[in-house]
C-alpha cells in the first residue's frame, strides 16, 4: 500500500474543521439568565433556581436529596466532612483520576489511600481494596472514571462487610448507572461536576446527592454557614462554611440538564461506531464495554495506544501526529496522582515516603489516549475523521 505524507511533514491534514463547540447553549440558557436578572432574586433571598435545580438533579440520579455548591471539589470536601472524615482517617480511593479526589481528602486532614484500577475500566479495582484496609480506614472513595460506572457491586459489600462509608465521587458521571442504578445514589453519598469542560455546565459548580436525610441535614446546613432549616437567620449549630450556588448557575443548570438528555444518546450512539471504526483500524484499542454498566455517560472516550503497531512511535509522537492532521480534541490523560508533586509533598508532610504499587495505573498512563467529550456531539463523518487519521497516521510509519 502507498505511504501517506502526514500533515507533519507537509501533506495535507485529514480534517480542517472543529468539533462540535461547547458549551452548546442557545436562547433558552439566554432566557433563563434573563429571567434571574429581572426578578431581582439572584442569591439566597427569595430565588428558587437553586432548590429547583437540586430537586430535578437528585431525582434524574435517582437519589432524595440534593445540596448545590460551587465546584466539584468543595462537593467532595463536603460530602467526606458529612461523613465524619478527618485527621487521622484513612480514605482508599484511586490514584487515576483528577487531584481533587485526592485534596478534597487531605484538605479534611485524612490520608488517601491508593488502590489500583482495573485494567479493562480505569476504575478502582475491588479485588485491591481489603488489602488495603486498616483500623484507620474510614471511607472508599470510588471514582467513576470518563462516565464509566465503577464495580459498585463489588464495592458496597466490601463497605458493608467492613463498615465502611462509600463516597462516589461521579464528577463526570451524569446519568451513568450501574445494573440499572443511577451512580451517585448507590453509595452513601455521590458528588458531581458542573465545570467548564462537563458534559452538563454553568462554567463550575457541583451538587452532593443522598438518600440519607441526615447526610443531607448536614450538608445543606454546612454549605450554608452553620445555619438549621428551623433555626433563625443569626443561629449557628454547626461550624460550616458559606459553599451556596449563585441562582444564575442553577437557572443554566436546569436548561442543561434537558440538553443532557437530549446529548446522552448522541453521545452513546457516536462512541459505539467510533468504538468499532478503530477496532476495525487496530493498534488504537477502545476500552471494552462492561453489559453491567447499562448507561455510559460518556464523557471520555478512553483508548489505548500500543507503539508497536505504528512503527513504535512514542504515544507523545502519535497525539502530535494525531492533532496536525486535525485531530485535537485528544489528549494523554492522567498521571498517577502519587506522582504528583502536590500530592507527593502532602504525602511527605504525614510521614508517608513509600509509593504504591499500582502497575495497572502506570500502565495507563503510559498507553491512554482520550478524545475529549464534544468529539461524541458529532455525527459518523466526525467519527470517520479520527478512524481516517488514525488508519493514515499508522500506514505512514508501519
Not at 30 to 46: C, D, R, T
Not at 254 to 276: C, D, F, K, S, T
Not at 365 to 394: C, N, P, R, Y
Request: charged share 20%.
Amino acid at each position: 500500500m502507498p505511504k501517506y505524507q502526514l500533515a507533519l511533514e507537509g501533506g495535507p491534514p485529514v480534517r480542517t474543521h472543529p468539533f462540535p463547540a461547547w458549551p452548546v447553549f442557545d436562547q433558552r440558557e439566554e432566557q433563563a439568565i434573563l429571567k434571574v436578572l429581572h426578578s431581582g432574586q439572584w442569591g439566597i433571598f427569595g430565588g428558587d433556581r437553586v432548590a429547583t435545580f437540586e430537586s430535578k438533579f437528585a431525582a434524574f440520579q435517582n437519589a432524595k436529596f440534593g445540596v448545590c455548591v460551587p465546584n466539584g471539589t468543595l462537593a467532595l470536601e463536603m460530602a467526606l466532612r458529612a461523613l465524619g472524615v478527618g485527621p487521622g482517617d484513612e480514605v482508599i480511593t484511586t490514584p487515576y483520576t483528577f487531584i481533587a479526589t485526592s485534596s478534597s481528602i487531605l484538605t479534611v486532614g485524612a490520608q488517601p489511600v491508593y488502590v489500583d484500577i482495573e485494567p479493562d475500566s480505569f476504575n478502582l479495582d475491588p479485588a485491591q481494596i481489603e488489602a488495603a484496609i486498616t483500623d484507620k480506614t474510614k471511607a472508599i472513595v470510588p471514582v467513576h472514571i470518563a462516565g464509566r460506572a465503577a464495580d459498585m457491586d463489588a464495592i458496597m459489600e466490601i463497605a458493608h462487610r467492613h463498615n465502611l462509608r462509600v463516597l462516589e465521587d461521579a464528577c463526570q458521571a451524569w446519568g451513568a448507572e450501574w445494573r440499572g442504578q443511577r451512580v451517585g445514589a448507590i453509595g452513601a453519598l455521590g458528588t458531581f461536576s458542573f465545570q467548564a469542560s462537563k458534559n452538563i455546565t454553568a462554567g463550575e459548580g457541583g451538587i452532593v446527592i443522598t438518600n440519607d436525610e441526615e447526610l443531607a441535614e448536614f450538608c445543606w446546613s454546612y454549605h450554608n454557614v452553620g445555619r438549621i432549616k428551623s433555626g433563625a437567620w443569626y443561629q449557628h449549630e454547626l461550624l460550616g462554611a458559606n459553599l451556596r450556588m449563585a441562582e444564575w448557575e442553577a437557572a443554566i443548570l436546569l436548561v442543561q440538564l434537558e440538553r443532557l438528555g437530549e446529548h446522552m444518546p448522541i453521545r452513546e450512539a457516536n462512541a459505539r461506531y467510533l468504538g468499532e471504526a478503530l477496532s476495525q483500524v487496530g493498534g488504537l484499542t477502545p476500552l471494552p464495554d462492561d453489559p453491567r454498566v447499562t448507561q455510559h455517560a460518556r464523557h471520555l472516550f478512553i483508548t489505548r495506544y500500543d507503539p508497536a503497531r505504528f512503527g513504535g512511535h512514542s504515544r507523545q509522537e502519535f497525539i502530535n501526529a494525531l492533532h496536525a492532521e486535525g485531530i485535537t480534541a485528544c489528549s494523554a490523560g492522567y498521571n498517577p496522582l502519587y506522582a504528583s508533586g502536590a500530592i507527593r509533598r502532602e504525602l511527605a508532610r504525614l510521614n508517608i515516603a513509600e509509593m504504591p504499587n499500582c502497575p495497572v495505573t502506570e500502565r495507563a498512563a503510559q498507553e491512554a489516549v482520550w478524545f475529549q467529550q464534544t468529539v461524541l456531539l458529532g455525527d459518523h463523518g466526525d467519527m470517520d475523521s479520527i478512524a481516517e487519521a488514525v488508519a493514515k497516521i499508522k500506514q505512514a510509519w508501519d
